[in-house]
């Protein structure tokens, strides 16, 4: 069973948006999936309460106490996890040493990518990732025409050793898809194939 975790120290870098819809494609393709929510906000708590039941199943978990871990979690597939803020509680510490892959979403700006960078050196000292047993798949995410500065952050990371996987356009879709408990895999519409075609990379990575 894998265990899926994405995180980022900063905020705002659209993790939720990642997990929730990570969590639809692994469902879509017969998987069973939970969604494991870590952050003290519940947004992916909020996200499943909201999801039909006609769409492809996702088991919701509250892992926001670290004794939840585990619950849960033998007869799946896949948990994706909505990791909390951070690297200094015990709970974000336990989540990284058991994940298998390790999603960090980045958005165009210095600001987001210098913070990023400095929560990917602490992710590297802990001891599973520094011993290649978790991997590290960066996504610059809610890339619109106007980020200018997307080459920037992706030469700055690539020269720190974390190339970027894959980019996910900013797009009004997501958040209607959030409202409705929804993602953009639970339809095969063909507006939404672009996006859909952007995800390969990640799915492909922690298939």
Known sequence: MRKILVVNSKGGCGKTTIATNLAV???NRGEDVAL?????QK?????????PADLAAIESLNWTKEEAIGDKDKKLDAIVIDGPGGLRSELAKNLIAEASDIIVPVLPSAFDWQATVKFLDGISDIKRVRKGKAEIYLIANRINRSSTQIAELEQTLAKKGYPVLCRISDRVAYAKHAANGSGIFDYKDGRSSEMRNQWHPLLQAVD
């Open 25 to 27: 494609a692994l469902a």
């Open 36 to 40: 494991a929510d870590a952050d003290r």
């Open 43 to 51: 947004s992916s708590l909020s996200w499943t309460k909201r999801r």
